[in-house]
């Protein structure tokens, strides 16, 4: 399986704490597992999915070839639950913990120890299942898939063969405009339930592995895609969904970067017009969708060139890793025929057994998903840019749902949302469920501004204030004094003063230099302490230096 | 390990008394006029809570006396893989607790052995392989945490055929454990140790485990109780997997109402076993009336059907005649028996020995030297792996390991595995039916009656024919208790055999109860094997 070399294993029996370490020699290092090795962070904080790259510059020549190929796409999406407990004993789920602290003789494998199936995983993969428009099994079961890894304690991983839980249905997304726009439909194979497997860490020194098993049990549900999608983009673009999809139904935090959404790719290509598929090679380690989409471009461009050369007996069906620093793919395993992994019945677990009251129930249960609610953002007006962007992340969205939700204008809302606040929370490392501004004050804010009542200047300052402290926007505008000046009498008095006493700059506008308008009005702004209405100010500002006195 | 026991002490406590054999082939029934009267076999449960309670002695006296056996029979039995060094101290918490006059558990003071397949906390346990020498689990099994729940002590972990894969015990890969009534005999497998544990005395009740027959075969070799109860009666939450849809934890005493009684304690849904039955499990113990309150005909209008194919060619004579003496038997009690054909029975054993092979296959795939257990140092991870189980596993293990995962490759698996599912149905079928024209079924326990060491040992195929009687009745997961019925020709004072009764699933009650009267009006029957009696 694999060319790790190992020297010894040190064994600590019983040892909660015990780690195997497996030695190795060369420098071959064993990737099934490519989890960072140290585990330090906590608390996953979501980040919202990051924007596909555009794609390298190619050479002319390689468009030309590229032109008559065409790439067949398919994806396995293993989605990480947010379970608290693991998929078959009652070991908490977190991630980070020291090595082998969340660990009990069921997911360690002990002998004599037997799974027990967590409810929380069912329920999970039918709200999956729903959002992906798929069919239920109402009966489905679990098998055991057959192979031997130092990770994977029982020398099985329990996950579903033949009857999944859910079957053939479809995800839709749109494309953003700055990759060509549009609307796409994927199909999905499938999703299934199983358990994931431990990790193998191999030092820097490469002379030892270890093995940590607090990953080993962990609940996922594995999503297989047709092979519906052509490009990088379209693949990231589907990988970007299931992170969105995962964390609207709240069933994964969709980190890429813990592993808690990985995406394997599988990618052929043929000559434009060919019914028949390409040799198939499959990508792993793809930790973030810029990566996997420029993972696919190269290998896309890597099997056309082959084709191109008459070299296509060289595309073999192989496992290739995606080398971030070397921007391309490299062979990491040939498969020598198809692996058979004996799958069988698991005898430990009951069938799992679903009433149409209980698929009901959580269909009637589930949020607004992010494809609705595009097409909602866009059936109010907005731009396809702001719905992509406000549907994007599931706080975003329901927080630009909630501000609407209390009457401010959806489009001075989006513009608030997308504008400083999102400028804000960058800035500050936020996520918008941490920040003070809450959504009543937002949607005052907006009022506050639209009947006159404040600057939109001022606006701005009170939205600053807000963020950082929190309070009200009528608390502030209160205590500030910042109610916006409407008297037309009083702003003539400012503005007479502020004329009277610049008749240097009066006379210069006079003769022609009428840029001077804005030094006048910044001037009586100045004097109003930003509270002037600024359009009946610059009105009776001209009034004024027009005159004729 | 038997170093630390105290010196033999008397063997007052147990009725030893030798089976009185003709020199032909005798069964019990038939050779009720010619045995002198003995009184029907006791409870040792019942027995040691009346004198614990009374005071006649202690429960470390107690506890003495069978550490005094197992010191003087270990040497030539080799029923135990390991004697606890805690029984006298786990017997003075019982006495203390007498003394005190606090509340006494069912099994207080009650000695059970356990198979070594069953995890025992902080004590060895090994499936009898060599993987797991010296493995030493961090928990109690469910069925023992229950035991010592109840006052229960464990005397120590016996002696079985690797993983329960065999018929004789011969596949442990320590000892050979011998039949205590002939001592160049198999005690069956591949709970040996602890049927021939409970048949030497040296505890009283014991744990085995029924994969297909490992549990009742053994009782029948050894002429004691064994009981294997229905799938999911008992958890199997630790006890090591072998075939995970077949395996249950069985109970062998010296009477059916030791091996009830130790049945009742240990069953009951367990949540950490999903495959566990929430079934309620009645109170056995009222079935065990003694002789003196039975009925002339005390079972009456009970219907009895006798298994034809398992009386066909291929079946000792000895066997046939002894099942049919029993059969006569419990006419005599009162029941209607009629003949029943289950035209699927031969097809029993082949499904069988897919089915356990491919899941032991798997079950048997965490044994990796990786985390705990036998492990040879190796230079890459191939080796590691091949070296380790190589070097631990025996060679009946590896066989079977060989044949589950060729029945479950690519390609095979139809032919194989999912036909021998298609069987299993079949033979739930007909047991479904029988059972539903009868109370009970019976058949013989064994084709034979217990066979020399070694005799089958290079013929596994001659060794697997002898589990055509109870391999059925795990494929259907049905209950089933074997009892002794008669003796035949061999050994020093001839070689117990068993009648095996089979119930519908979850009807332990009625078994234990036919069983229960059977054992009890069987004259001259006191199963005690002759090596106890010349130590005595």
Redesign the interface.
């Known amino acids: 399986?694999?060319t790790?070399?190992?020297?010894?294993?040190q064994?600590n029996?019983?040892s909660l704490l015990g780690t195997?370490l497996?030695r190795r020699?060369s420098n071959n290092v064993?990737v099934r597992c490519c989890g960072s090795q140290t585990a330090t962070t906590h608390e996953a904080k979501q980040t919202p999915p990051s924007r596909v790259a555009p794609k390298n510059h190619k050479s002319n020549k390689l468009d030309e070839i590229l032109r008559d190929y065409e790439a067949v796409i398919g994806i396995e999406t293993h989605v990480q639950l947010s379970t608290l407990t693991k998929a078959f004993c009652s070991c908490s789920n977190n991630y980070g913990s020291y090595p082998n602290t969340s660990i009990c003789?069921v997911c360690?494998?002990?002998?004599?120890?037997?799974?027990?199936?967590n409810s929380k995983v069912v329920e999970f993969g039918v709200r999956l299942g729903l959002a992906l428009n798929c069919e239920l099994s109402l009966k489905s079961k679990f098998d055991?898939k057959?192979y031997?890894y130092?990770d994977l304690?029982?020398?099985?991983q329990i996950s579903q063969f033949d009857i999944p839980i859910a079957s053939g249905g479809y995800v839709d997304l749109d494309i953003p405009l700055e990759f060509g726009g549009g609307h796409r439909r994927f199909g999905i194979t499938r999703v299934h339930m199983e358990e994931d497997a431990g990790k193998s860490l191999h030092s820097d020194t490469e002379d030892y592995s270890q093995?940590d098993l607090n990953r080993a049990g962990v609940p996922l549900l594995e999503i297989v895609s047709e092979p519906d999608m052509r490009s990088g983009v379209e693949a990231a673009e589907y990988a970007c969904e299931m992170q969105r999809i995962a964390r609207y139904l709240g069933v994964s935090n969709g980190n890429m970067q813990e592993g808690s959404l990985r995406c394997d790719v599988n990618i052929s290509i043929r000559p434009i017009g060919q019914a028949e598929f390409g040799t198939k090679v499959e990508i792993k380690n793809l930790n973030a969708f810029s990566a996997m989409s420029r993972a696919i471009d190269f290998e896309i461009s890597r099997q056309a060139l082959l084709y191109d050369q008459g070299k296509a007996d060289q595309i073999v069906t192989e496992t290739r890793l995606w080398d971030e620093g070397a921007q391309k793919t490299v062979t990491m395993r040939k498969k020598e025929g198809?692996a058979?992994y004996?799958?069988?019945p698991e005898?430990?677990?009951?069938e799992v057994i679903l009433t149409q009251e209980y698929v009901d129930s959580i269909r009637a249960s589930l949020p607004e998903l992010p494809e609705a609610k595009r097409r909602r953002y866009e059936a109010m007006g907005l731009g396809m840019q702001d719905v992509l962007f406000l549907a994007n992340d599931v706080s975003v969205a329901e927080y630009f749902d909630a501000v609407i939700g209390k009457g401010a204008e959806v489009k001075l809302a989006a513009n608030w949302i997308m504008g400083d606040i999102a400028a804000y929370l960058k800035n500050e490392k936020l996520s918008i469920n941490d920040m003070k501004l809450t959504t009543q004050e937002l949607a005052e804010l907006i009022a506050a501004i639209k009947d006159g009542t404040i600057s939109g200047k001022i606006g701005k300052e009170i939205l600053f204030e807000l963020l950082a402290k929190g309070g009200t926007v009528k608390g502030m505008i209160k205590e500030k004094d910042l109610v916006q000046i409407t008297d037309p009498a009083e702003i003539e008095k400012m503005v007479i003063k502020v004329v009277s006493e610049n008749q240097k700059q009066l006379e210069q506008y006079r003769s022609g230099k009428t840029k001077l308008q804005g030094y006048f009005a910044g001037q009586v702004m100045k004097m109003s302490k930003g509270k002037a209405n600024p359009g009946l100010l610059n009105k009776i500002l001209l009034e004024k230096l027009n005159a004729k006195d | 390990m038997l170093s630390t026991l105290q010196p033999p002490r008397s063997l007052s406590l147990l009725p030893l008394r030798r089976f009185q054999s003709s020199k032909h082939i005798v069964s019990a029934a038939s050779s009720s006029s010619t045995a002198p009267v003995t009184s029907p076999p006791q409870s040792q449960i019942l027995t040691t809570r009346r004198s614990l309670l009374s005071g006649e002695t202690t429960a470390v006296e107690i506890a003495k006396s069978y550490l005094s056996r197992i010191r003087l029979t270990e040497p030539q039995l080799k029923c135990f893989l390991h004697v606890s060094e805690n029984v006298l101290k786990d017997a003075q918490e019982v006495d203390q607790r007498i003394a005190k006059g606090e509340e006494l558990g069912p099994l207080a003071g009650v000695l059970i052995g356990v198979k070594d397949?069953?995890?025992t906390e902080g004590m060895p346990?090994t499936?009898a392989s060599r993987i797991?020498e010296?493995?030493?689990?961090?928990?109690d099994?469910t069925a023992i945490k229950k035991i010592k729940d109840l006052g229960g002590i464990v005397v120590g972990k016996t002696n079985m055929d690797e993983f329960g894969m065999g018929s004789t015990t011969e596949a442990s890969a320590f000892q050979v454990t011998a039949n205590p009534w002939d001592l160049t005999r198999v005690p069956g497998g591949s709970s040996g140790g602890s049927a021939a544990a409970v048949a030497a005395r040296q505890c009283m009740v014991s744990l085995g485990s029924d994969t297909g027959g490992s549990v009742r075969q053994p009782a029948s070799f050894c002429g004691v109780v064994g009981l294997k109860p229905t799938y999911g009666r008992v958890s199997?939450?630790?006890?090591?997997?072998y075939?995970?849809?077949l395996d249950v934890i069985g109970c062998f005493g010296s009477t059916v109402a030791d091996a009830g009684m130790l049945l009742h304690a240990i069953s009951g849904y367990d949540?950490?076993?999903?495959?566990s039955s929430k079934q309620d499990v009645p109170e056995f113990q009222s079935q065990f009336l003694s002789v003196d309150h039975f009925e002339c005909k005390p079972l009456k209008g009970v219907k009895v059907g006798i298994i034809c194919e398992t009386l066909e060619d291929g079946v000792d004579s000895g066997v046939r005649s002894a099942t049919q003496e029993a059969a006569s038997h419990l006419e005599a009690l009162g029941c209607v028996l009629t003949e029943v054909s289950l035209p699927s029975f031969s097809l029993g054993l082949p499904a069988y020995y897919v089915i356990a092979s491919?899941?032991s296959?798997?079950n048997?795939?965490?044994?990796?030297?990786?985390?705990?257990g036998n492990?040879v140092?190796?230079?890459?991870?191939?080796?590691?792996?091949e070296c380790s189980r190589g070097e631990g596993f025996g060679g009946e293990v590896k066989m079977r390991i060989l044949m589950g995962?060729y029945a479950?490759?690519?390609g095979y698996?139809d032919a194989y595995?999912k036909r021998a599912q298609q069987v299993r149905t079949l033979i739930q079928k007909d047991f479904k039916a029988a059972l539903e024209q009868n109370d009970i079924l019976i058949s013989p326990a064994a084709p034979s009656a217990a066979y020399k060491i070694g005799e089958k040992k290079d013929d596994p195929l001659a060794m697997y024919a002898g589990d055509i009687m109870t391999v059925n009745v795990n494929l259907a997961g049905l209950p089933a208790v074997v009892l002794p019925c008669g003796l035949v020709e061999g050994g020093p004072s001839g070689l117990p055999v068993g009648l095996q009764m089979i119930g519908a699933a979850f009807d332990e009650e009625k078994l234990l109860k036919v069983g229960h009267i059977f054992e009890q009006t069987l004259k001259g029957s006191s199963f005690v094997p002759p090596l106890l009696a010349n130590v005595a």
């Open positions: 399986m694999s790790t070399l190992l020297r010894t294993i064994l029996q019983f195997a497996i020699r064993s003789p360690m494998g002990l002998p004599g120890a037997l799974p027990v199936l055991r057959q031997f130092p304690p029982k020398g099985y093995v198809l058979d004996r799958y069988f005898p430990d677990l009951p | 397949n069953i995890c346990s499936a797991l010296h493995y030493r689990p961090p928990f099994a199997r939450f630790g006890l090591m997997a075939a995970s849809s949540r950490f076993d999903s495959t491919s899941e296959s798997s048997l795939s965490r044994y990796d030297g990786v985390r705990y492990q140092m190796a230079e890459e991870l191939n080796k590691l792996y995962t479950l490759s690519a698996y595995y």
